[in-house]
């Protein structure tokens, strides 16, 4: 890498063409830290250029070396903003380390001559690297320094949850009058949903059943909340594990799954990019059947938990003709255990990957209370049953219906079918992929499965004609983690670290 003075001259002409755009507090920054900040813009402007900026965490004004999830935004102003604190070293770690994966996933999906040209204006061979390294030594100099508590104040200011309602499109869709509609029209659904929900069977001939591999054979109940007790943390309170340790707690809490298989479209698989007639389309592998597994965060009065999210595929959702408006291609499921602080499953939740059908499912004691929603147009949460309790050697099997997708039963069982397909448990901060943020093509070179808003290209549905005035963009496309809006009057994200206690309580 070239020493940071034999950058002077493009640091020079940043500068005089007003390109590189300093923020107020950040008066006179050091000449090492005006060379880094260069470079990370260059970087950033041939990103947005390719279209492949990764949108899963969100950028911060003024501090484009951190990332920022609804969860590390919920500890904003709550931590001593001193670089002594652990929790608040940790808590600037988080953020970095979401900037850092998402720019080594951006320079390898960057198209091979835009990789090239950055390349050669960097001066390095590794663009994520090199940018990376800049990003620490800011860290360290703006935010990590006894005297930096101007630009510590500014980061607070700076930091937001973000937000995947767009309230100009409520505003343009006059949203107070068509969220009528759109309620009455969830009002329909659920009521229909209710009704069916339990009553499908395992037993038919028509069911495919799906379990998991790695999976933990001995399944001693105690002894796995015993084993999230002991677990390591972060000084924040985040659950310290990865690798091997990960893939074992996910395997013990895997999901059977037992889907109504009417054609090709109700068969779990990997998506991955294959050839298209005007270029790569989005498809699923049904010959290896796969779950993303994902180790998320979050806060129930007072205390962090761990999350286990398992993200399923199917190749499509059928269509049954011309005017359905909720076929299309890619559908999918997201299963999450939230374990409690005895290290046990206090709820479960679900949504497709579009971020629709949100469901609720406590472990008793834990029980839905009254929320405002209740009361109101907006969409409360929405809890068919109550989990099943599971014993030792026991596992949860989830019901799927056919061409829908639907969840329409929870079961506890001890035993699988002999005829279940093996399906494998993949982590989703695994290079290359990184949960498919980037999967190879079919010409060469990578892309991410989500485009530069988080969505899947080419799978939209016509519904988003309709349901646009609620603010989100392309209702029923199939979305990445961390863009999750779930409900279409109201505001809701899956990933809110305050969700559950909003809405659920233990008795008193």
Known sequence: MRRWWSLLPLLSLLLISGC???????TVPSPGAAVCLSRIELFD???????????????????????VSRLLASFNSTLPQDPSSAAYVDWLRQMRDLDAEAR???????????????????????????????????????????????????????????????????????????????AAGYEGWKTEYLADFGQHSSEASDVTWYAPFPAIDDRDADRAAQWVRDAPRTPLGLLDISGDDLLRLAGWYAPLFAITARNHDDALGGPYWRAGPEGPLPAVDTNHPVADVRLAHTRFHGQVLPQL????WFPAR??????????????????????GEDGGPLIHDSIHPCGCYHLFFPVPPLQRIE?????????????????????????????????????????????????????????????????????PLPEGGRRSLYDDQGLVPDTER???????????RSPGAMRQWGTHATVFVGRRHFDDPFLFEKAFARPQ
């Not at 590189?20 to 950040?26: G, I, K, S």
């Open 104 to 182: 080594r996933i951006e320079a390898a999906n960057l198209p091979a001559s835009q990789r090239q040209s950055l390349s050669r204006q960097l001066g390095t061979d590794s663009p994520a690297a090199s940018l990376n390294t800049c990003a620490e030594s800011l860290l360290a100099e703006e935010l990590l320094g006894a005297d930096d508590s101007v630009a510590r104040e500014a980061l607070e200011n700076a930091v937001e949850a973000p937000d995947h309602y767009l309230t100009a499109w409520r505003i343009m869709g006059l949203y107070p009058l068509t969220s009528v509609a759109i």
């Open 318 to 339: 059928t269509r049954s003709g011309a005017t359905d408006i909720l076929g299309g291609r890619l559908d999918g499921l997201v299963w999450r255990v939230t374990l």
């Open 462 to 472: 016509l519904e988003r004609f309709l349901l646009w005035p609620s603010g989100i």
């Open 20 to 26: 590189m755009n300093l923020a107020t507090w950040r």
């Open 45 to 67: 402007e041939v990103v947005a250029a390719a279209g492949v900026a990764d949108a899963g965490h969100a950028r911060i004004e003024d501090f484009p070396y951190l990332r």
């Open 371 to 439: 929320v405002p929603a209740d009361h109101g147009l907006a969409e409360a949460p929405l809890s068919p049953a109550a989990a099943p309790l599971l014993t030792d050697g026991q596992r949860m099997a989830l019901h799927l219906a056919a061409t829908s997708h639907f969840l329409h039963n929870l079961t506890a069982t001890s035993t699988v079918p002999s005829a279940a397909i093996p399906y494998r448990l993949r982590l989703v901060n695994e290079a290359p992929e990184y949960g498919r943020r980037s999967l």
């Open 309 to 312: 999210v398992y993200t399923v």
